[in-house]
């Protein structure tokens, strides 16, 4: 008797922790800002180049010795592609999939071996000092260990924007920096 009451505690349990997943939320947004002391024109020249990213990017060779990028498409603008392969970073895919110049461009991001593409936006709107850009990444997650992997997904997005948006600015602090040294 004893074990029967052990045995079914446990596969109540059991389908208690099976059934928690489909509890958690099936999507994600992530959104971060900053202010930029440049222009929108300027912010947005860098941002619609893919291959611009490079300099400030948390995806790049400095940060990760093992990527490998390959761009496709135009240089600029809708169409532009990036691809990327990394032994530590995993491999994906960057494409601009629209654009309102010097206000917003719309991509779409799919780290190959995931069953989701996470759809993101760059918001640019003039402020007094410069350019307030806004970084929004939302997406799905369809399946149940897309799911669990959410809330470790959603930190690691927030921590990737967090670092791109700092360097960005850093880059263009620099640049202004250099142009103003120049008069």
Not at 12 to 36: N, R, S, W
Request: aromatic content about 8%.
């Amino acid at each position: 008797m004893k074990a029967k009451i052990i045995i079914g505690g446990a596969l109540v349990l059991a389908g208690m922790a099976a059934g928690i997943p489909y509890l958690l939320p099936d999507t994600f947004q992530v959104e971060k800002h900053t202010v930029l002391p440049a222009p929108p024109a300027v912010v947005y020249k860098q941002l619609n180049n893919l291959s611009a990213w490079e300099s400030w990017s948390v995806w790049n060779q400095h940060a990760d010795p093992t990527l490998t990028t390959f761009y496709q498409g135009p240089v600029a603008g809708i169409g532009s592609q990036c691809s990327w392969k990394s032994e530590s970073s995993g491999d994906g895919k960057l494409i601009i999939t629209g654009n309102e110049p010097d206000k917003t461009i719309d991509l779409l991001f799919y780290p190959e071996g995931e069953a989701f593409a996470a759809q993101t936006q760059l918001k640019l709107e003039s402020v007094e000092n410069g350019t307030r850009l806004t970084w929004v990444s939302k997406g799905s997650l369809p399946g149940y260990i897309d799911r669990i992997k959410g809330y470790r997904l959603k930190t690691k997005i927030e921590q990737d924007l967090e670092k791109g948006l700092s360097d960005l600015k850093k880059m263009f602090e620099s640049d202004m920096k250099k142009i103003s040294l120049r008069r």
